[in-house]
């Protein structure tokens, strides 16, 4: 049986210039560890090109090294300079004027760049990082693990493929919130769209966590759709950049450092906040550490600020940084009294695994997925209570022998590194 990704969602944010972060940071450090210990070169990587209309081979080494390539590079090396891939419109749905101007804009805005920015020469021939590829007659598995609602008709040529061959297809499943809590997360039509049509042409889910399992198992009949199994994945702990950057600003008391953006809303970082607020009344100035919150804030850090400018006594207690370099984080980990992250829902908690990997506690919130990643060894509250959040908050403030006790606690948990996660989901693609 050959295993093969389908990276085609990876492809489409390197050629769209945009970072390739979150979920596709995951899969591809995944797929990266995976191919390290393919020996056998079993593992196979394919796009869908729309230039060829058909899926083609890429060259491992170069989808590894295109992460870090100029766009210009990546688009000679794939044979892509001039294309305009096509995006799904679910967001527009009920709005078809909207949905045609939508692609009338980003029709032009691609010809204007095309015209301003001439194509450069290249050392390489076209496409020299392109490979054919085929069926063949062996059974074949394509895993689908990152963004693969923002590919157009994936599902469409998935069937079409099916209809040629042995084809299975094998979804990674992050989670499910747009589908089962809407409330709480700005609703992806893209997203439930494309999951409806996927459990069409596949019966086979991968999973990051019981909680993600029991969606899975739950929504795919209400979809039509069937599951033949559900396998579990657990994510890393390990935080892999080892090396230390200066730390942000000088903090008198120590500080408290908290993972998220304040641009999702689910990951309830006004709730903390408060909780800051009301932790200066309850330990003082003198003994309130600094409350770090270090993510992708956009447009919200002016709201921020208007918030920290009505409450002069609080501002010098909580700094707000803006997609902090990994070395950074790497040394906000390491000096950090301990992390907390108050999120109402997650497909797993990757903050709370990687405070573990640095010997740290975390004060954490007890929804969902989040007891899965170190068990026991997290301090817990419920995320809707904001009296209990401060009191799992001030406990380690001002019981620093209860701080140690608990790391002893962490150092406990059975770490897991990406090569092992990377290991696992290949044995589990590979079971019958």
């Known amino acids: 049986?050959?295993?093969?990704?389908?990276?085609?969602?990876?492809?489409?944010?390197?050629?769209?210039?945009?970072?390739?972060?979150?979920?596709?940071?995951?899969?591809?450090?995944?797929?990266r560890h995976a191919r390290d210990h393919d020996v056998d070169g079993r593992l196979e990587f394919i796009f869908y090109h729309p230039r060829r209309r058909a899926f083609v081979g890429i060259d491992p080494e170069f989808f590894f090294d295109a992460l870090g390539e100029r766009v210009d590079v990546v688009d000679n090396a794939l044979d892509l300079r001039g294309v305009l891939f096509s995006v799904n419109h679910a967001k527009y749905r009920k709005r078809p004027l909207r949905a045609f101007t939508h692609k009338v804009e980003r029709r032009l805005k691609h010809m204007a760049k095309l015209w301003r920015e001439p194509e450069p020469k290249m050392d390489r021939p076209k496409g020299w990082a392109l490979r054919p590829w085929d069926l063949g007659a062996e059974k074949v598995r394509v895993a689908l693990l990152g963004m693969a609602w923002n590919v157009?008709?994936?599902?469409?040529?998935?069937?079409?493929?099916?209809?040629?061959?042995?084809?299975?297809?094998?979804l990674l499943?992050?989670?499910?919130?747009?589908?089962?809590?809407?409330?709480?997360?700005?609703?992806?039509?893209?997203?439930?769209?494309?999951?409806?049509?996927?459990?069409?042409?596949?019966?086979?889910?991968?999973?990051?966590?019981?909680?993600?399992?029991?969606?899975v198992a739950a929504t795919v009949p209400k979809l039509g759709g069937r599951v033949e199994w559900i396998r579990r994945v657990p994510l890393a702990h390990e935080f892999d950049v080892s090396e230390e950057g200066p730390l942000p600003a000088e903090f008198p008391n120590g500080f408290v450092l908290s993972i998220a953006p304040?641009?999702?809303?689910?990951?309830?970082?006004?709730?903390?906040?408060?909780?800051?607020?009301?932790?200066?009344?309850?330990?003082?100035?003198?003994?309130?550490?600094?409350?770090?919150?270090?993510?992708?804030?956009?447009?919200?850090?002016?709201?921020?600020?208007?918030?920290?400018?009505?409450?002069?006594?609080?501002?010098?207690?909580?700094?707000?940084?803006?997609?902090?370099?990994?070395?950074?984080?790497?040394?906000?980990?390491?000096?950090?009294?301990?992390?907390?992250?108050?999120?109402?829902?997650?497909?797993?908690?990757?903050?709370?695994?990687?405070?573990?990997?640095?010997?740290?506690l975390c004060v954490a919130s007890n929804a969902t997925s989040i007891p899965e990643v170190v068990g026991p060894a997290?301090?817990?509250?419920?995320?809707?209570?904001?009296?209990?959040?401060?009191?799992?908050?001030?406990?380690?403030?001002?019981?620093?022998?209860?701080?140690?006790?608990?790391?002893?606690?962490?150092a406990g948990v059975e770490l897991r590194r990406w090569e092992d996660v990377a290991r696992d989901l290949v044995v589990a693609l590979e079971a019958p």
């Open 152 to 170: 157009r008709d994936q599902s469409r040529r998935l069937a079409e493929l099916q209809k040629r061959g042995d084809v299975e297809v094998v």
């Open 378 to 410: 997290a301090d817990y509250f419920d995320p809707a209570d904001l009296d209990e959040m401060v009191a799992r908050l001030e406990r380690p403030i001002r019981d620093r022998a209860y701080l140690a006790a608990r790391e002893k606690d962490v």
């Open 262 to 360: 304040l641009a999702l809303p689910r990951k309830n970082l006004w709730m903390l906040i408060k909780a800051w607020e009301k932790l200066l009344e309850r330990v003082g100035p003198e003994l309130l550490p600094t409350l770090v919150l270090a993510g992708a804030h956009g447009k919200k850090a002016r709201e921020f600020e208007e918030y920290m400018a009505a409450r002069p006594a609080l501002a010098p207690h909580v700094l707000l940084l803006e997609r902090p370099k990994d070395r950074t984080i790497t040394a906000l980990y390491r000096h950090c009294l301990f992390t907390v992250y108050p999120s109402v829902f997650e497909g797993w908690g990757l903050p709370v695994g990687e405070a573990a990997w640095f010997g740290k």
């Open 1 to 31: 049986m050959r295993i093969v990704f389908d990276v085609s969602d990876v492809i489409i944010q390197i050629h769209s210039g945009n970072n390739v972060g979150g979920i596709l940071r995951v899969v591809t450090r995944l797929m």
């Open 173 to 215: 499943v992050h989670d499910l919130i747009p589908i089962v809590a809407p409330a709480i997360h700005e609703m992806n039509q893209q997203f439930a769209d494309w999951f409806a049509e996927v459990v069409g042409v596949t019966t086979r889910f991968l999973v990051i966590s019981d909680y993600t399992g029991q969606d």
